[in-house]
């Protein structure tokens, strides 16, 4: 317990995302017992669809759901243990409420991505959030000036390249929905300030990625909403 309380009390953001995270995953093993890993199960529970969000725009709240959605114990674990060391090292970086915005922005930007790309499949996974907080701790290790920080963004450049390739051979994998994250996280590591390199970045460049990130996704989700099937 002691444990428990000096994790929500460093990283209060990163530790009850887990918590929702997981509790909503044994949620659904209740729910769809002996199923959960369907299409249907998943979708049910929150996952997205592009071809469904076409028709039904008012659930467009399903790009946010299925962050919190997994398909499998592997998957679940998979991105559980990612979210608790990267997720921790970002919500330092960042502080609570920018890391707050990262992750679920990331998340997002991938899952429109998917709509866009893969509008076929039902979609979920927290690994849409997990790559954008790659992505942005390599954007500012790679800009900043700080030795630290430049020494564990390199470590995270590569290590996003090397999950990009590794996902080109799994095909279960959603390569747009990576990328998609990825890329929003790239842009948000512009837009919100860290902790300890407040002058990365100015004010124009900001702003900048700021309309970059709201152009892409509101281009997105207007093409897949009006081009025909």
């Known amino acids: ?11 209060p953001v990163t530790a009850t995302l887990l918590t929702v995270t997981i509790v909503y995953f044994l949620v659904i093993q209740l729910l769809f ?11 049910e529970a929150g996952g997205v669809n592009g071809h469904y969000l076409r028709f039904y725009p008012a659930e467009l709240w399903r790009v946010i759901s299925p962050i919190f959605i997994h398909i499998g114990w592997e998957h679940l674990i998979m991105n559980a243990v990612s979210l608790y060391f990267v997720g921790a090292m970002a919500e ?5 409420w920018r890391f707050l ?6 998340g997002v930007m991938g899952n429109v991505f998917v709509v866009f790309f893969t509008p076929d499949v039902v979609s979920a996974g927290a690994s849409t959030s997990i790559f954008g907080l ?12 700080n ?14 390249v090397m999950n990009l390739i590794f996902n080109f ?12 994250g990825a890329i929003g996280g790239g842009l948000l590591a512009v837009v919100l ?11 124009s460049q900001r702003f900048l990625a700021l309309l970059v990130y709201l152009a892409l996704l509101i281009a997105l989700l207007g093409i897949s909403f009006v081009r025909p099937i």
């Open 1 to 11: 317990m002691k444990k428990i309380r000096e994790i929500f009390k460093q990283s």
């Open 147 to 160: 030795p630290y920080l430049k020494q564990v963004g390199q470590s995270y450049q590569l290590l996003l």
């Open 193 to 203: 300030l860290t902790r300890f390199d407040k002058s990365i970045f100015s004010k």
């Open 101 to 106: 915005i990262l992750y679920l922005f990331s």
């Open 33 to 43: 017992w002996g199923r959960s890993t369907t299409a249907l199960a998943i979708f």
């Open 92 to 96: 330092q970086w960042w502080g609570s």
């Open 169 to 180: 051979f799994m095909p279960s994998i959603s390569l747009s929905g990576h990328l998609g």
């Open 134 to 145: 790659f992505t942005a701790i390599s954007v500012i290790g790679y800009f900043g000036s």
